[in-house]
């Protein structure tokens, strides 16, 4: 689904994946208990996660959206 929604909105926002278990300390400082884990980033802030069963495509469109 994020490879989908980072084709799908690339012009609207930029999309990086990090793999957890090769990057533990960034997991903790960012505080991700669950996978998947969707985190937004507004001018270098943190402005909304997603995680879950609520990480679905519709779910991180509107998170996206919402937050632009």
Request: proline letters at 1%.
């Amino acid at each position: 689904i994020f490879e989908e929604i980072a084709e799908e909105m690339a012009s609207e926002a930029k999309f990086g994946k990090v793999n957890t278990s090769d990057n533990v300390k960034l997991a903790i400082s960012q505080r991700i208990m669950m996978l998947p884990t969707i985190v937004l980033y507004k001018d270098g802030k943190k402005t909304a996660n997603i995680h879950g069963k609520l990480a679905t495509k519709e779910g991180i469109i509107e998170m996206i959206r919402s937050n632009a």
